[in-house]
Each structure stands twice: as structure tokens, then as C-alpha cells.
């Protein structure tokens, strides 16, 4: 079972409803029990990292959340629930994140229009088995103003917005992160849940 974490930042139901096209056997929940029992672990989000990590701390999720990375739960971050995922944010104040993936997470550095906002290619940048269902240049849906800085080693693919390439995907070993909205991409969307479902074994 897949638990999506209710911690006020997202529109978790979006997430369930996506999870159910794709036979994802999923809740929504924010119990420890829950959580701990879960083969795989949807941080949803919108708005800003600060307030994200805030959430996490108010309802006494980080404990949890360690504890299953690193007894090697699948965990998936979704737009700032991938954000989170990095070691710092720079949104209201500077911020600490999660820290499984390397880097920082500041303001998009471009002359185009803030947010970005709407649809954009996904370009490869390695194999995945997250990638297995989708073709190299199909479109999703994007709603952010900030971005992380990443590591090479972790950038699986991404998107770019003016002259600014801006990570779509990410992950290291149990931990992926989509900067994108899975749930909002249509049946690119569905095949990345699908491909995901595939590599928890749900």
C-alpha cells in the first residue's frame, strides 16, 4: 500500500485520484503506522519549502520519514515534496531540507515569466526504470518558481525553460523526486505512476 502524507501543503486528493487510474492501492494518511507500513511513500506539495518543512516538524513526521528511507521504502516527492527532498531551501528564509538528494533549492534565474507555468518536454539525461513507459520529448505539466541545483549523478531527466535547465526528475537509490505534476500530465503522467507502481511492486 501507498501512503500519500497529508501535511497541509498539497492537494493530496488530485494524488489519490491519480494513483487510482493507475491501480495504485493508495491512502492518505499522516498516521506513523501507516506510514512505517508502506511500500511506498507520495510526499505531495504546493507552496513553499519553509512551510513544508514546518508541517513536517508540527505533525512529527521527519523521524518517520528517515527511518523509511533508510530501510529502503520508495519515496516520491511531487513538485515541493520533490523540492524537500534536497538539503536546502531558500524560499521566506533559508531552510533545512530532507538531505537525501544533494543540492539547494533557490528562485528560477531567467528573464521569462515566473511562475513557470505549463507545459514542457521531458529530455533524458540517463536510463531509469521510471522512464520505461514514456518517449523522450513528451510533455507535463510544470507550476514552480523555484528550482533545485543538482548533481549530475542524480539528474535522470529534464526541462528547459528559456536558457535555464531545470531538473524534471530526480533520484538516488529509493528516492525519486518529479518537479512536475504526475497527477495533472495526462497519460504521460499516468504511465510515470505506472512505471513507479512497477518499481515498488504495489
Not at 9 to 28: E, F, H, P, Q, Y
Not at 81 to 95: A, N, P, V
Not at 176 to 187: A, D, I, R, T
Request: aromatic letters at 8%.
Amino acid at each position: 500500500m501507498v501512503v500519500i502524507i497529508d501535511y497541509n501543503v498539497g492537494n493530496v486528493k488530485s494524488v489519490l485520484n491519480a494513483c487510482k487510474r493507475v491501480k495504485i492501492d493508495a491512502i492518505i494518511s499522516r498516521k506513523k503506522e501507516d506510514i512505517e507500513n508502506a511500500t511506498g511513500i507520495i510526499l505531495p506539495g504546493v507552496g513553499s519549502f519553509f512551510i513544508a518543512m514546518e508541517n513536517l516538524k508540527k505533525f512529527e513526521l521527519l523521524d518517520t520519514l528517515n527511518s523509511c528511507k533508510n530501510k529502503g521504502t520508495q519515496i516520491l516527492g511531487i513538485c515541493l515534496g520533490m523540492q524537500i527532498l534536497f538539503e536546502k531551501g531558500y524560499e521566506i528564509q533559508e531552510t533545512e531540507g530532507l538531505g537525501y538528494l544533494k543540492g539547494k533549492v533557490r528562485l528560477i534565474k531567467t528573464k521569462e515569466k515566473l511562475p513557470h507555468m505549463g507545459w514542457n518536454q521531458l529530455l533524458f539525461n540517463q536510463k531509469h526504470p521510471i522512464l520505461n513507459n514514456i518517449n523522450e520529448k513528451e510533455d507535463v505539466y510544470f507550476v514552480h518558481s523555484y528550482m533545485a541545483d543538482f548533481n549530475d549523478k542524480e539528474l535522470i531527466c529534464y526541462t528547459e525553460y528559456g536558457n535555464v535547465k531545470i531538473p524534471a526528475l530526480v533520484g538516488k537509490d529509493n528516492v525519486l523526486g518529479c518537479q512536475f505534476h504526475p497527477e495533472k500530465s495526462g497519460s504521460v503522467g499516468e504511465n510515470i505512476l505506472k512505471a513507479w507502481k512497477e518499481i515498488i511492486k504495489c
